[in-house]
């Protein structure tokens, strides 16, 4: 007596059939751009520590055209990244009610949003103050 065949789903390309899991993907995939930025703050760290005529070196080869576009490519992927998280966190997190009212999503998206710039403009400027 034979049996029957299992049968397995093919899973080729699966996130690609769906424009949802398309964006989680892509979301996700910002993860070898933080990689990225983390190994060129560590080479800058390791840079420094050899002595300041190596910094300066490492400071000067962020200001090559490369660099420049890398850095570019890199706060496209931090905005898309940031932009994502903050469309998903409610959809996360449990209701927020203020007044006998449920807060919108959008409401929640908002407020991090400008939280997260808010705090991103705040250490510019504290940073531009001890430079």
């Known amino acids: 007596m034979m049996g029957r065949r ?3 789903r093919p899973m080729d390309g699966w996130w690609r059939r769906d424009p949802f899991f398309l ?3 892509a979301r996700e995939a910002t993860a070898i751009f933080v990689v990225a930025y983390a ?3 560590l080479a800058g760290i390791a840079r420094l520590s050899q002595g ?3 910094f300066d070196a490492w400071v000067a080869g962020l200001r090559s055209a490369p660099a420049v576009a890398l850095h570019v490519l890199l706060l496209v992927a931090f905005l898309y990244h940031t932009l994502t998280w903050f469309q998903i966190m409610p959809k996360t997190m449990p209701p927020v009610v203020i007044a006998g009212r449920k807060m919108v999503p959008g409401t ?3 407020l991090g949003l400008a939280a997260s710039a808010a705090a991103s403009l705040l250490l510019f400027l504290g940073l531009r103050a001890i430079a």
């Open 23 to 25: 964006r989680y993907m």
């Open 108 to 110: 929640i998206t908002a």
């Open 6 to 8: 299992t049968y397995v």
């Open 52 to 54: 300041e005529s190596a």
């Open 39 to 41: 190994l060129t703050l």
